[in-house]
């Protein structure tokens, strides 16, 4: 990989939690700045980012600026970012069709459970979303970590592929 920033699409089905936590944790990592620019996307777009998502996000002073829930045909047609790596953080979304993505990027699954999902008390919910925050943001940490110019690419498969078995 060159020294040229790396574009990384985080993949869930409805993009309004943990596709959206992933963005933000990978974007304002101080050790990614300069080197990645994360977006997200899901393939069957919720329409908004979660309430608990954005106050996780903020409670950890991470930018919510410019995060939405949108459809990931935004990444597959002309003028679209060129993807180096696609991420799927669902199991719903690994199972699905991916559109063609412009640059032949590298992917891997990182599922986590879907903290939007779960039914209970309001502490019940947040503590759902604060364990997948913890399990995005300790994988996108080994990612930003990985000594991108030394590794080729079955290497780096091999250890994208292991991440996403990082808990």
């Not at 180096?84 to 993505?101: I, K």
Request: charged share 20%; with cysteine; hydrophobic share 45%.
């Amino acid at each position: 990989m060159s020294e040229q920033i790396m574009n990384v699409l985080f993949l869930c089905t409805g993009n309004s939690a943990r596709s959206i936590l992933a963005e933000s944790v990978l974007n304002n990592l101080a050790v990614s700045r300069g080197k990645f620019h994360a977006y997200s996307a899901g393939s069957h777009p919720a329409g908004q980012v979660h309430p608990m998502a954005v106050d996780l996000l903020e409670q950890n002073h991470l930018s919510t600026e410019g995060l939405r829930s949108k459809s990931w045909d935004e990444f597959a047609q002309p003028g679209a970012p060129v993807l180096d790596f696609v991420f799927t953080v669902c199991d719903n979304a690994a199972g699905e069709v991916c559109p063609v993505w412009p640059g032949q990027p590298m992917t891997a699954h990182w599922g986590v459970p879907d903290p939007a999902a779960v039914q209970g008390s309001e502490e019940i919910k947040r503590k759902a979303f604060f364990i997948a925050f913890n399990q995005l943001s300790n994988r996108i940490g080994l990612f930003a970590q990985l000594p991108f110019d030394k590794l080729d690419r079955i290497k780096l498969q091999k250890a994208l592929a292991d991440i996403g078995r990082e808990l």
